[in-house]
Nanobody
Framework: QVQLVESGGGLVQAGGSLRLSCAAS????????MGWYRQAPGKQRELVATMRSGGTTNYADSVKGRFTISRDNAKNTVYLQMNGLKPEDTAVYYC?????????????WGRGTQVTVSS
């Protein structure tokens, strides 16, 4: 089991920045990948950025060059630095932790944090 607690969402004007944080209840070294997903009203949840335990990152094309995922292993925390925010970035952002064991995959989710970008 992994509990995830997100923070850092809020209201920001277009072009502004926010940093999201996600604290995990267990060591990041025991988690295969952590990442951020988002869901806008009326849309499906989509990948924003992920980071594997070895440090490999993956970004959605829509956020490349604007968002950066990073982690602090000592704090079991993953961050999402969001710069150059656009109104279309408005969504609930969810933290995800993925654990792979004995051929099975387990996904854990935070409760989400709202990000609203005004034009």
């Amino acid at each position: 089991q992994v509990q995830l607690v997100e923070s850092g969402g809020g209201l920001v004007q277009a072009g502004g920045s926010l940093r999201l944080s996600c604290a995990a209840s267990r060591s990041a070294f025991s988690i295969n990948a952590m990442g951020w997903y988002r869901q806008a009203p009326g849309k499906q949840r989509e990948l924003v950025a992920t980071m594997r335990s070895g440090g490999t990152t993956n970004y959605a094309d829509s956020v490349k060059g604007r968002f950066t995922i990073s982690r602090d292993n000592a704090k079991n925390t993953v961050y999402l630095q969001m710069n150059g925010l656009k109104p279309e970035d408005t969504a609930v952002y969810y933290c995800n932790a993925r654990i792979q064991a004995m051929g099975l995959q387990y996904d854990y989710w935070g409760r989400g944090t709202q990000v609203t970008v005004s034009s």
